[in-house]
Each structure stands twice: as C-alpha cells, then as structure tokens.
C-alpha cells in the first residue's frame, strides 16, 4: 500500500513563527502536492514539485515556500506565520504518467495564534 | 478560472439511492476523479473517469458526460458509513495538478 505520512496531525503556533511541515511518501512517486483545505472552498493547491529539487507554484503560493531535496520528502515552509493561514493541510504524492491516482497523507490542522 | 460546482450537502436515508453532481468547465478537461473524505481523514481514492459513460464499482458508479462538462457519483444501498464528503477533481490540459470542488457533505440517516 501506499502510505503517505506527515510530520504532525495537529500543530499550533504563533503569528510570525516559521511553520515547517513535512511529508513524506514510501512509493517512488515522482509528483507530490502540497494543498490546504478550508470548508466551502474545498482543497486548493500550494505547491507541487515533479522532481527533486523542481517546483512549482499552485493557486495560492503566496505566503508559502517549499522544499524537496529528496524524492521521497516535499516540504511545506510558512515564512512567518499569519492566522489566516490556520487550516488543515494536506500532502499527496502520485506517479508522474501512467495510473495517476493521488494518495494523501493523514494532514495537519495548523493553528496559528 | 476552473471552477468545479457540487452541492454544498445532501440527505439521504440508510439503504437508499443518491446522487451526487458535479459541473465543471470543459476546456481542456482530461480526466475527473471522485474522492471520499470522512471527517478528519485524508481523501481516498473512488473512480476515474476520462471517456463519456458509466464506471461502476460495487455501490458506487460514477458517470461523465464530457460534452455537458457534467459528472455523478451514484451511491446505492446506502450505509451509515457512506456519511462523508465527496469530492469532485478535475485534470486539465495534461498538467499535473487537479482542479477541486469544494466538496459535498453526505448524511446518512437510520
């Protein structure tokens, strides 16, 4: 199976901290996402990277960076911390061409204060 | 934008039909997933659909019609654990991220 892991289920931090969240996928996938989930706007993508070392921005970038020096970890980074950016954050990883079916990792639910 | 509609929640009662519909804009379509999220869960993986017609899979089926940008998920025999949201993604233009809906939130009652 699959499995799609992030460093922490829950988190809570304060405005102006730098948030690191971690991902990390056991199947050689070469795509991983890094997206948050707010209610009624459904999952909007941040980040994705399709290769070592390659990103790309998603939707709504701003505020965010990240990181992946291996090809199994994608990294989301806050810069500084804002409340508006307290919402539940999901990973996902899926190969780059043939079945294109796209795990998630558990998520993070980010509080900031 | 890609903006992906499905309705915000629905009802049904245990051993029932639903229906759940998904509108999407169709430029550059190429592919529609179906995920399921129970409440503080990560999506799971449902049914995909990239040609026009019907996908079924044990209770669930899931329906394209390309030309309307239009999609369903039907969900028969419904159980109390089939209570969660249902999510609609779409793929555009070959790229390699989706598009989402915002989700449905499906209550199933005894």
């Known amino acids: 199976d699959v499995k799609v892991t992030q460093s922490s289920r829950y988190l809570v931090k304060r405005t102006g901290e730098k948030v690191f969240l971690e991902c990390v996928q056991d199947?050689?996938?070469?795509?991983m996402f890094w997206y948050r989930q707010d209610p009624g706007l459904g999952l909007r993508l941040i980040y994705f990277s399709y290769d070592v070392k390659m990103k790309e921005k998603g939707d709504i970038p701003e505020g965010y960076s990240v990181s992946r020096e291996k090809k199994e970890r994608f990294s989301l980074i806050l810069e500084s911390a804002s409340t508006n950016q307290t919402s539940m954050y999901l990973c996902?990883?899926?190969?780059?061409?043939?079945?294109?079916?796209?795990?998630f990792g558990p998520g993070t639910r980010l509080t900031v204060l | 934008g890609q903006n992906i509609d499905q309705p915000t929640e629905m009802t049904a009662t245990e051993g029932a039909i639903v229906q759940i519909n998904c509108t999407y804009q169709?430029?550059?379509?190429?592919?529609l997933f179906w995920y399921q999220q129970h409440a503080g869960e990560a999506p799971t993986f449902l049914s995909y659909?990239?040609?026009?017609g019907l996908e079924e899979k044990g209770r669930f089926s899931s329906f394209l019609s390309r030309s309307k940008g239009y999609s369903y998920l039907l969900l028969k025999e419904l159980q109390m654990k089939d209570s969660a949201s249902y999510l609609c993604a779409v793929r555009y233009n070959y790229g390699q991220n989706f598009v989402f809906g915002p989700g449905t939130r499906l209550s199933v009652l005894p």
């Open positions: 199947m050689d996938h070469e795509n």
């Open positions: 659909n990239v040609l026009d």
């Open positions: 996902a990883s899926r190969r780059y061409s043939g079945i294109i079916e796209q795990f």
């Open positions: 169709t430029s550059g379509f190429n592919g």
